[in-house]
């Protein structure tokens, strides 16, 4: 009566897999009644996505270790697919031997439901934000991409210009043309030219045939120029003359050729600045700066990492084949409290060294770069913590958390959202002195 009374199915395996207890809200989750399923296998009546690959209840049968709200799909008698939350414990008689295992499951299709409506709602082709500067821009981005003026976007390094380039490329009229794409600061400037403009056979001395530049291979597409306020003035007078003209000659041509080519410009650096020091020719400027687009960075817009980590764990997943389905707690803490001078770029390598460490369905602190800003930092209140040095402070969070915790080594390791062996090496490397009655526990 009490498992038929709650919203969780639940279902009891013996140890051969055979159903052997099913509950109201597992008939109704599944659409098989009780007296189908019990005396069937589970997988046969719970057709999970992992059934055959990494049974949950097999693993909790052989190995005692339970599993918690893991993310998986099953199918259910109608043959649709249905997320749910699934946790596992062993099942044991009076005298403590395994009798089987039981599983609870929970519903999510509401939850899928508004997840989905979340992501379009802060999603536009890549750009993944939740941030009100952000969708400022999302909100103009479609009108912007209608119309074919120059486009400046600005960002420091990391914040993803390329992706805003590529998505108003993509959402343009020209969205059937090539995007090309070129780094102005990587490219001497002997070569630029060449490489945005092409050249004819007999240019020079190893131009032995005709090649065509960035220009030519982005005729009726986008032509994105990174690292715009890098270029020297020579190359920007000759940009100037596309940029009003629209035409450019080769090197070693004498007829000058159209250049059908919409031009999407970007910069980390303060071109305004760069114009009143005479490191930027202000005409040049004011052609490149018809539409701006101002990019923040990431430590100004952190209600957007939990969804750009939602976002690279589908990535990632896909890219591995793994199945990570969340971030614990502790390692959210720690991911949420870093600055990122290198922005979303910096985010996503943080995930994928957290994707090569971890094992399981879960992102751990331990499987997360070490030199984030300790989860469990805690200053004390008229002490800052950017006046300290990280270490120090580092030293100071893991003692104070060890006094708090009795200097039992698992409870704080717990307590900082860090693995025992982490734990333990850290006292080593700062030289914690650990009372007596201690050791035991840390050892």
């Not at 019990?38 to 990494?54: E, L, V």
């Not at 490329?169 to 403009?197: M, Q, W, Y």
């Not at 000058?256 to 650096?269: F, G």
């Not at 870093?338 to 090569?356: K, Q, S, T």
Request: glycine letters at 6%; aromatic letters at 6%; charged letters at 30%.
């Amino acid at each position: 009566m009490i498992l038929d009374s709650i919203a969780d199915g639940v279902f009891t395996i013996d140890q051969g897999g055979i159903i052997t207890s099913f509950n109201r809200a597992a008939e109704q989750i599944t659409g098989y009644s009780r007296e189908e399923a019990i005396g069937q296998f589970c997988h046969d009546i719970f057709k999970a996505s992992i059934c055959f690959k990494r049974c949950p209840l097999k693993h909790t049968a052989r190995t005692f270790e339970s599993i918690v709200n893991m993310e998986v799909n099953i199918l259910n008698r109608q043959n649709q697919e249905i997320p749910i939350s699934i946790s596992t414990s062993v099942l044991k008689d009076d005298r403590g031997r395994v009798m089987g295992a039981v599983e609870t499951f929970r519903d999510l299709s509401l939850i899928a439901q508004l997840r989905k409506e979340i992501s379009r709602r802060y999603t536009f082709q890549d750009i993944v934000s939740r941030s009100k500067a952000i969708a400022k821009l999302l909100n103009i981005l479609p009108d912007v991409a209608q119309s074919d003026a120059t486009v400046l976007i600005q960002g420091e390094s990391g914040t993803g210009k390329e992706l805003f380039a590529t998505a108003i490329h993509n959402t343009s009229p020209r969205k059937k043309g090539p995007f090309i794409a070129v780094n102005c600061g990587a490219l001497p400037e002997t070569l630029l030219e060449s490489e945005l403009f092409g050249y004819k056979q007999g240019a020079f001395t190893d131009a032995k045939k005709d090649k065509p530049g960035r220009f030519k291979q982005a005729e009726g597409g986008t032509l994105f120029l990174d690292e715009i306020g890098d270029l020297s003035k020579g190359t920007q007078v000759k940009l100037l003359r596309v940029l009003e003209q629209k035409e450019y000659e080769p090197l070693g041509s004498t007829h000058k050729e159209r250049a059908d080519v919409r031009i999407v410009s970007a910069t980390h650096r303060d071109l305004s600045s760069m114009v009143t020091k005479g490191e930027l020719r202000e005409d040049f400027f004011y052609r490149l700066n018809v539409m701006k687009l101002e990019i923040p960075p990431l430590r100004k817009r952190k209600e957007d990492i939990p969804l750009l980590v939602d976002h690279f764990i589908k990535k990632f997943n896909e890219k591995t084949g793994k199945s990570i389905r969340r971030v614990a707690n502790g390692a959210m803490k720690r991911i949420l409290r870093h600055e990122y001078p290198g922005n979303v770029r910096e985010l996503e390598n943080i995930l994928e060294h957290a994707f090569i460490l971890c094992k399981g369905a879960e992102i751990r602190t331990s499987h997360l770069p070490e030199d984030l800003i300790p989860s469990g930092a805690s200053v004390p209140p008229k002490t800052s913590a950017r006046a300290q040095r990280l270490p120090e402070l580092e030293k100071r969070v893991i003692l104070e958390a060890l006094e708090r915790c009795g200097w039992d080594r698992e409870q704080t390791a717990r307590d900082l959202g860090m693995h025992r062996s982490t734990l333990w090496r850290k006292i080593r490397k700062h030289g914690i002195k650990t009372p007596d009655v201690a050791i035991r526990n840390v050892a």
